[in-house]
């Protein structure tokens, strides 16, 4: 996820609107996470021919879909666009749980946690909820004391919770939507893809690493970390970066008061920890947000940092002193795909016009993927505009 700020704001009047392919043709989709997968499977229901393409499967542990949870929530600040872009995915995610019968969505809330008085990442979105129909609760530092026992309180002003949002399960909801598009007629390739040959502004093949290339009328890439490496004439315009994710043991006698806690974001302007405390039994889930290192998906290793692990150590003293000396269950590392604004990349790739660059997650595109994924399916049969802000255009 990511707590940062977006500035611009989607006017529908000066979308950019593509040239619609026909019915039946044959669409490449490369990746096979969140954005990737949900595109396929929008495409397959809309009448086209789709073949999904990832070198090592959907919810792999390489990838930026491939942790245990991820969160869903609707704050923005002042950002109307992705307030109701994650309205539409909360109910694209419970509709898609209700077909494959399988939970996904896990409803804790969304515990925000401010230091100074005014927090415009919370205040700027609470008139957005309102207009759907939910109230966030203030707390105060007494009253989040009394509501969240195991919770330290020094230096917090207040806190914000929104009752509707909560977490994901990333992997397994990842996996959910590609066996779903195979079940409804799609095809799946475990395979390495590249750009083929090409001519006359198009693209025509793709060369896959099983000895072979695969043909299509369109292509979309949405590779995620990887998208910056194979196009690298976009000027890195998407970067990778590796962020730390730790699951810490908590003491036996206080596993239900961590079980119940929702979903948190500490909003110090600085490092932006969040955690997902119920996480399904594997422990308690913190996150670093602010940016790391640039990283390698494919070959750099995994190993915690001691210098990071030491702040979150430090981090967890103060706000859940309960988990100080907390034993250390698991460690990932989530490969960020950083667009220079946040903003997601959706549009033609500027050599080749039959092909879609799909991606910009920055952290927190995991939860719109469904809508994400509607939105690229109907902008290749000409239905929808795509927005202003998600062009290439004065962002390369």
């Not at 309205?87 to 209700?98: D, F």
């Not at 006359?200 to 910056?228: D, H, I, P, Q, T």
Request: glycine share 10%; proline share 6%.
């Amino acid at each position: 996820m990511s707590a940062n700020t977006f500035a611009p704001v989607y006017q529908p009047d000066n979308g950019k609107l593509l040239q619609p392919l026909d019915h039946g043709e044959h669409i490449a989709v490369i990746g096979a996470g969140a954005f990737g997968g949900w595109t396929a499977l929008w495409l397959l229901r809309k009448g086209f021919k789709v073949t999904l393409i990832d070198s090592w499967g959907p919810g792999n542990s390489r990838s930026s879909s491939g942790d245990e949870t991820r969160v869903i929530r609707s704050t923005y600040g002042a950002n109307r666009l992705y307030f109701d872009m994650n309205e539409q995915a909360y109910a694209h995610w419970l509709q898609h749980e209700s077909r494959v019968g399988r939970k996904l969505l896990y409803n804790t809330g969304v515990l925000w946690l401010c230091y100074t008085p005014d927090t415009p990442l919370v205040d700027d979105s609470i008139p957005f909820a309102r207009e759907h129909g939910r109230k966030f609760q203030y707390l105060d530092s007494a009253e989040l004391t009394k509501h969240y026992r195991v919770l330290g309180t020094t230096g917090l002003h207040h806190g914000w919770f929104d009752p509707k949002g909560g977490y994901l399960l990333a992997r397994e909801a990842t996996a959910s939507v590609c066996e779903q598009f195979i079940q409804e007629g799609g095809t799946f390739l475990r395979t390495e893809a590249i750009p083929g040959h090409y001519h006359s502004g198009r693209l025509s093949e793709l060369e896959l690493s099983k000895g072979y290339a695969l043909k299509a009328n369109a292509f979309v890439f949405a590779c995620g970390a990887w998208l910056g490496n194979i196009f690298p004439e976009l000027n890195n315009w998407i970067t990778c970066t590796r962020q730390e994710v730790f699951y810490f043991g908590v003491p036996a006698q206080h596993t239900d008061a961590f079980e119940s806690f929702p979903v948190w974001i500490d909003v110090d302007g600085k490092d932006f920890y969040y955690g997902i405390p119920a996480n399904r039994y594997r422990g308690f889930k913190i996150g670093v947000d602010i940016r790391g290192p640039q990283f390698d998906p494919s070959a750099d290793n995994r190993l915690p940092d001691p210098d990071v692990l030491q702040g979150v150590r430090h981090f967890l003293s103060i706000r859940f002193p309960l988990l100080a000396n907390a034993p250390l269950l698991e460690s990932r590392v989530c490969p960020y795909e950083n667009s220079p604004d946040g903003n997601f990349l959706l549009d033609q790739h500027p050599a080749w016009e039959n092909v879609l660059l799909l991606g910009g997650g920055s952290g927190h595109g995991f939860k719109h993927a469904p809508v994400v994924g509607e939105l690229a399916a109907d902008v290749l049969a000409g239905q929808r505009a795509i927005p202003q802000c998600f062009l290439l255009k004065n962002r390369v």
